[in-house]
């Protein structure tokens, strides 16, 4: 199934949201509708602080969502990605989508002269570190946290 990625847009809040919604309790998690609304128009914003959002489509439907900030790193002088949040609807996984959104944001950063994207994933993510030991390098930092 060809997959195709594209910016997200205003008109894609109802299904980014069922995206994000998926994603967030996949973790385990959820934020009030303050966040779900601060984050959406962040995704959409154009400031160097914001956060960028991509979709993954098949068949015109929204199946996967990416966001990733560009930001400044001590140890470079260039802008590094940090990818925050993926998701492919279960139903769809393993068609090339998270590949596809993963590669998408690969290509912003070699446009931008970023050399590094990195992301963090719970060590029980099974599938995910599938695809992720085949598009990037595992590495043995620890994350703390306040």
């Not at 847009?9 to 949201?17: C, G, I, K």
């Not at 914003?45 to 068949?59: N, S, T, V, Y």
């Not at 002088?77 to 993926?86: G, H, K, S, T």
Request: some cysteine; proline content about 3%; charged content about 25%.
């Amino acid at each position: 199934m060809e997959t195709t990625i594209r910016a997200l847009r205003a008109s894609d809040e109802a299904e980014w949201r069922r995206l994000w919604t998926g994603y967030l309790e996949f973790y385990e998690a959820s934020v009030a509708e303050e966040v779900y609304q601060t984050t959406f128009a962040r995704l959409l914003g154009d400031g160097p602080h914001d956060f960028h959002g991509l979709i993954a489509e098949q068949d015109g439907k929204p199946v996967g969502l990416i966001h990733y900030l560009f930001h400044r790193h001590c140890w470079r002088v260039e802008n590094v990605i940090y990818l925050q949040d993926l998701y492919v609807d279960p139903a769809v996984r393993g068609t090339g989508a998270g590949r596809a959104l993963i590669e998408a944001v690969y290509a912003a950063g070699d446009a931008a002269g970023c050399p590094s994207v990195y992301w963090l994933t719970q060590d029980f993510n099974a599938t995910a570190r599938q695809l992720y030991d085949r598009v990037a390098t595992l590495t043995s930092f620890i994350k703390y946290q306040r």
